[in-house]
């Protein structure tokens, strides 16, 4: 098994180096804002290149598949070759494909890169969680991490809208993929000195390559049906197909797991024994799938009903962007004395208060302080409040090496609910719009969908009240059961048995 270190709760000695976390946050950023950044870029690209208007849609949609459907895969792959080298590979095929990006010459090119692009981020997003989990011990300083790891994704969604304008506007569409070059080259240096280096501590395990090639054919079928839904219509045979084939690999790929002895994903993980890490990825599943939708009917009102420019649109979002950093850090500074489970439940009300807000005030006559300003802050405190828990109870009596797998698993979840939800509320909102396409009907459509992401919200907050289990201490975990003989045994902790490992509860 490769390692990077031993498991922080049980050398509490061990310190992280200066340059960890800044490089893991700047994963986290990267991430995030490729997923955005090119949005209002996307007329322009289309226009230079000679982009067919059904074609344009796949620069982000490459993305999204190649990046939701290789995630469980790159979460693996941090466990099996090792965290830095994960790490020191998804930079250079993230950086790679964004210069490939930036130097476009055809349709065919740009939407290529984009795809190899989001393979790139499927190694980098899991394996920035696992470096957090494994190198800051439970309490304060893993607290904070995960605080800052959460700004961090929420910034770069937030900072790519507004920075895909600016940067259009004033110096062109190819500077949104070209900037992230310097960027990544400074993260690998940083990362030479920041990333501890992988080490072997046993006997290597197989990668479960038929569980590989079942998950990452199912979610990607599983994302692009979501994405087809929005073109198509829930009733078109393409998109029903689709789904339909994603589901029976999704199902294969549950059966193949139950039986293999090395599995990508350890089913275990979802039982009981492990309540919060359920739990976690639950909430991580309901809360993106309303938080992505609103967000990009946000961004839809300020243009097409308030009548924002790109830059303008873009600059509106700075309330979302300071209301998640203070809710992240009231997450920091509470979380040890609150608990997750109250945490989660209370940001997810929140934000579910922001979302309904909106609902009641976006209107073809609104204001940015009327309609805007209040909803933005009350809604993304709420998210921000949620980051630290869910990190934590994604990750909460993990083994070390299987940190990777769990951080895999949480970013699938995020990331599938965000197109479910994308794909849904935008089926509501043209319902709810219908043949209208004035700014009253347009507001009408966007206010549906942002009640059923308040909706989504509430269900996050309940279905974590029920399923999190019993709150235990946040920072110190239990210790495994002793023997008469004072040996430890990890017969309490379920499905460790099996391996000997003793795993903390940590609620």
Same mark, same amino acid.
């Given at each position: 098994?490769?390692?990077?270190?031993?498991?922080?709760?049980?050398?509490?000695?061990?310190?992280?180096?200066?340059?960890?976390?800044?490089?893991?946050?700047?994963?986290?950023?990267?991430?995030?804002?490729?997923?955005?950044?090119?949005n209002i870029a996307l007329p322009d690209m289309g226009d230079d290149l000679g982009f067919a208007p059904d074609a344009l849609l796949w620069v982000v949609n490459a993305y999204a598949l190649a990046f939701g459907g290789l995630l469980m895969l790159g979460g693996r792959l941090a466990d099996l070759v090792g965290r830095r080298r994960t790490?020191?590979?998804?930079?250079?095929?993230?950086?790679?494909?964004?210069?490939?990006?930036?130097?476009?010459?055809?349709?065919?090119q740009l939407i290529a890169a984009r795809a190899v692009q989001g393979a790139g981020a499927a190694a980098l997003a899991p394996v920035a969680l696992a470096l957090i989990t494994v190198n800051y011990a439970a309490g304060p300083a893993r607290s904070r991490a995960l605080g800052l790891w959460g700004v961090s994704g929420a910034l770069g969604g937030a900072v790519g809208i507004m920075a895909g304008g600016l940067l259009t506007d004033w110096v062109g569409w190819r500077s949104v993929m070209l900037i992230n070059v310097p960027v990544v080259l400074a993260a690998l240096l940083a990362s030479r000195r920041g990333i501890p280096a992988d080490r072997r501590t046993g006997p290597a395990p197989r990668l479960d390559i038929t569980g590989a090639l079942l998950v990452t054919a199912g979610t990607t079928l599983l994302v692009l049906g979501l994405v087809r839904t929005e073109t198509a219509g829930w009733g078109s045979g393409a998109a029903l197909g689709t789904l339909g084939a994603a589901a029976v690999l999704l199902a !294969?790929?549950?059966? %193949?797991?139950? /039986?293999?002895?090395?599995? +990508?994903?350890?089913?275990? *993980? =979802?039982?009981?024994?492990?309540?919060?890490?359920?739990?976690?990825?639950?909430?991580?599943?309901?809360m993106s799938s309303g938080q992505f939708a609103a967000f990009y009917f946000?961004?839809?009102?300020?243009?097409?009903v308030m009548g924002y420019g790109p830059t303008a649109a873009g600059a509106a979002f700075l309330p979302f962007c300071?209301?998640?950093? !203070?809710?992240?850090? %009231?997450?920091? /500074?509470?979380?040890?004395? +609150?608990?997750?489970?109250? *945490? =989660?439940?209370?940001?997810?009300?929140?934000?579910?208060?922001?979302?309904?807000?909106?609902?009641?005030?976006?209107?073809?006559?609104?204001?940015?302080?009327?309609?805007?300003?209040?909803?933005?802050?009350?809604?993304?405190?709420?998210?921000?409040?949620?980051?630290?828990?869910l990190g934590t109870a994604a990750t909460s009596g993990v083994a070390p090496e299987e940190t990777g797998m769990a951080s895999g698993l949480l970013n699938s979840s995020r990331q599938l609910g965000g197109s479910l939800g994308l794909a849904v509320l935008v089926t509501v909102a043209a319902s709810a719009t219908g043949q209208g396409r004035g700014r009253g009907a347009l507001a009408e459509g966007y206010a549906a969908a942002f009640a059923v992401s308040a909706g989504l919200l509430v269900a996050a907050a309940l279905a974590t009240a029920a399923l999190h289990g019993p709150r235990t201490s946040p920072i110190a975990p239990l210790r495994p059961a002793k023997t008469p003989t004072g040996e430890e045994t990890s017969k309490n902790f379920g499905d460790d048995v099996e391996t000997g490992v003793s795993r903390s509860t940590q609620g």
């Open positions: 098994m490769v390692n990077v270190n031993p498991n922080p709760s049980r050398n509490p000695d061990a310190q992280p180096g200066r340059w960890l976390l800044p490089v893991l946050l700047t994963v986290q950023f990267l991430v995030s804002l490729d997923m955005s950044v090119v790490l020191t590979w998804g930079f250079a095929v993230f950086g790679a494909a964004s210069l490939a990006g930036g130097l476009a010459l055809a349709p065919g !294969a790929f549950v059966a %193949v797991e139950a /039986r293999k002895r090395e599995p +990508l994903l350890r089913l275990g *993980l =979802l039982g009981t024994a492990h309540r919060p890490v359920l739990s976690a990825n639950v909430f991580a599943l309901l946000t961004s839809l009102y300020l243009q097409q300071a209301g998640i950093v !203070a809710g992240s850090t %009231v997450a920091t /500074r509470t979380v040890g004395r +609150l608990g997750q489970r109250t *945490l =989660l439940v209370a940001g997810g009300l929140l934000g579910a208060a922001g979302f309904g807000w909106f609902a009641l005030t976006v209107e073809a006559g609104g204001t940015f302080l009327g309609s805007i300003l209040g909803p933005s802050l009350v809604a993304s405190v709420g998210i921000g409040l949620c980051f630290v828990p």
